[in-house]
């Protein structure tokens, strides 16, 4: 069973920053893409950024691409995202989902990520 568990969420101005971390427990796959989505109330939830190591690939968002930055720690199994330049429209639930396949032009689909965790909030004010 693996657990990932968010952490790093919060409440900021516009134009802050703010680091959000995932930590995936017993996922020992070394073919995986480890992702990040968001929700906003009301709205369905997207896809913000995913890294892969097979293959070797990084994919960000239109909608964040710039401001947002995602990375990851193979041997700490952590993936992090860099939010800077943070703006209203970015509140919402932050998910990390980690995943055994690279879905291409999809990536941002869900059913190819099989691992979901709680959530951490993102509040940004204007």
């Known amino acids: 069973q693996v657990q990932l568990v968010e952490s790093g969420g919060g409440s900021v101005q516009a134009g802050g920053s703010l680091r959000l971390s995932c930590a995936a427990a017993?996922?020992?796959?070394?073919?995986?893409?480890m992702g990040w989505f968001r929700q906003a109330p009301g709205k369905t939830r997207e896809g913000i950024a995913t890294i892969c190591t097979l293959p070797r690939i990084t994919v960000t968002a239109d909608s964040v691409k710039g401001r947002f930055a995602i990375s990851r720690d193979n041997i700490e199994n952590t993936v992090y995202l860099q939010m800077n330049s943070l703006k209203p429209e970015d509140t919402g639930m932050y998910y990390c989902?980690?995943?055994?396949?690279?879905?291409?032009?999809?990536?941002?689909?869900?059913?190819?990520?099989?691992?979901w965790g709680q959530g951490t909030q993102v509040t940004v004010s204007s």
């Open positions: 017993r996922y020992t796959s070394s073919k995986n893409c």
């Open positions: 989902a980690a995943g055994n396949s690279y879905g291409g032009p999809n990536w941002d689909r869900e059913e190819y990520y099989n691992y």
